[in-house]
Structure formats: C-alpha cells, structure tokens
C-alpha cells in the first residue's frame, strides 16, 4: 500500500537522519528570499542576505543529494525577487488577509543586499544553479514555467513578472528519466513536414552565396528528430494499451517535452500563501519517478507534491516547518485519496 509520510521539523535537521540513497526523485519549491513571512522561528527565507540565503540552500540541496537514489532526479522551482532600497518592506511582502499563520512580516528585515542596486532583479535561481552545478549537481534543463494568469503588478516602469523557473538537477550523467510520460502531442505542422518527400524538392541554387554551380540543393530532413518522434510516438502509444500491444489505428504523434510549460496557478483556500499547481508537480514526478518509488519534498507546504504523487502511484515524505500548515497538508491529502490514504506524521525523528 503506498504511504505519504509527513515530518513535522526544520529539514536542516531531519535530512540528515534519514537514510542515504532512499529516495528516487524529490520536487520541491522551498520559500523564495525575502519575499514573506510563514511565522516559524528559524525559517529559510529571511536571511539578512542574499548571499546567506544562497549558502542555506545549498546546504540543504546538498543533503537531498545524499538520500537521492544515484538515478534520482530533483525538480527546483525557484522564484526570483527585485533588490529593494534598504529598510524598503513593499505591502506586498506583509501579512495578508489569507496568510492567517503567519506573523511578524511588518518586522522582518528589508530584501536588501548591497551587492545590487535598488530595483535590481536578483536572478535568484540562476544564481543558486550555479551555486549548485559547483557543489556537485548537473544541471539537466533549466524550464520555465509560463503562467497564463500571474499575479497582477502595479509596476509602469517593466514587464509584469509572468514565469518562474524549474531546474532539473541529477547526481550523475545517467538517471531516471520517463520521456515518454509527459510528451507532447505534435503540431500538424510538424506531422505534414515531417511527412514529406524530402527526396523530390529542390532547393535554391544560390546556396553558398551563390558559389554553388553544381545544380539546385536537394532539401533536408533532420533524420534524428524524425527517429526520435517515431521512437516517443510508439513508447507512449504502447504505454497507454495493456500488455504493450499496438492498436490497428495510426497513434497519435508525440514530441519530446519542451522546457516552456504552460501551466495556471491554481486558487486555494487554505491558509498557505503559496501553492504549487498540481499540474505542475504532476510532470515531475511523472518524468522523474518509476511507478511505485518514492518522492521528498523537503519544503512540504500545503501537501500538493504528496497528493499528487499518491494520485500517481507514488509513495511520499514531506517535511514542513509550520505544524499548521503539516496538519494543512496532512487533511488535504486524506481528503483526496478517501478511504484509501495512509497519510502518517511525526515529529521527524526520522
């Protein structure tokens, strides 16, 4: 039976308790700097510096490293902030209507670094990739998640912040990776040209500045792309049918997954502020996670990378700081999965 276990503690202390090597994939999206306050004594997020902020955690990446599995994957989302003049605190940053356990943001300290100049952006999670990629990590993709109704923003002087960034991250240069699982559907377009009889079009004869004096050019077909297409086209058609048999009808195309997701944030009524879209934690665990493993989130929240992964045929342990927000998540997931849940918490002993 599969299990979601939640650990209630700060993660610097219950990682290092848990066994190396034990799990398979970890999603997480931990507290962005200086952005707001969840109330809890000792929480990442608001270091007095941006550089501190990097330093924590990159040592907590370090110790997910240890309990991943060597074919393990780890999906960082990791939002970015603007550099804010010193003793600046923006209303957006304090305590809202919504954020009902939270306190003590109007006392927080500035997001404020001297490095940068006021109204700078902090580039954040490139920063802490590069921090990573020299602790150790590979960096795999860097994915941007595009969202269709971001949070509006009164400000005249730039764009309005419309994505946020995943960084794949593994322990070596072979892993787990199901391609297959989150492939896309092809466009026509792409069908109808890869369709083609490349063999009967000519080119144009001015190839080379028109150096060329041998004839027209024959047209060109990436021969890899279209290997690749068939290749995720029938791994995904054969993984939908029983046993793997085909079907008489022609499958539907697939492509490989592009590192531009389009996915909504989604509203939710609960307490916790910032909730990652299930949709979003759904691709992750479905490319980085065999059928039956185990996921960490080390940064539990509201429980959505526990719920989808019971959802997924996945076991799960989160921690989470806040004991609010780990009986938050403790309902949440119980709720889901009904009669069939073993949702389990401690106080992350191990």
Known sequence: MLTTTILHGDCRDILPTLAAERFDCCVTSPPYWGLRDYGVSGQIGLEPTMAAYLETMVGVCREMRR????????????????????????????????????????????????????????????????????DGWWVRSEIIWAKPNPMPESVTDRPTSSHEKIWLLTKGERYFYDAAAIAEPVAVSSIDRLSQNIEAQAGSTRANGGAKTNGPMRAVINEGARKALRSITETRHRSSIPGGQSLQAEPTAFRNARNVWTVA????????????????????????????????????????????????????????????YADMAKRRIESDAGLFADTTTDSGNG
């Not at 910032?274 to 493993?293: F, S």
């Open 67 to 134: 309990v991943l599995k060597p074919s393990g994957t780890f999906w960082l989302n990791i939002g970015d902030s603007y550099n804010a003049h010193p003793g600046q605190r923006k209303t957006t940053d304090k305590v809202g209507p919504k954020q009902l356990t939270n306190g003590g943001s109007n006392s927080a300290p500035s997001r404020h670094t001297p490095d940068l100049k006021p109204k700078d952006l902090c580039m954040i999670p490139n920063r802490l990739a590069i921090a990573l990629q020299d």
């Open 265 to 324: 944030t989604q509203p939710f009524r609960g307490s916790h502020f910032a909730t990652m879209p299930a949709d979003l934690a759904e691709r992750c665990i479905k490319a980085g996670c065999p059928a039956g493993g185990s996921v960490l989130d080390p940064f539990g929240g509201a429980g959505t990378t526990g719920l989808v992964a019971d959802r997924l045929g996945r076991n799960a342990t989160l921690i989470e700081l806040n004991p609010e």
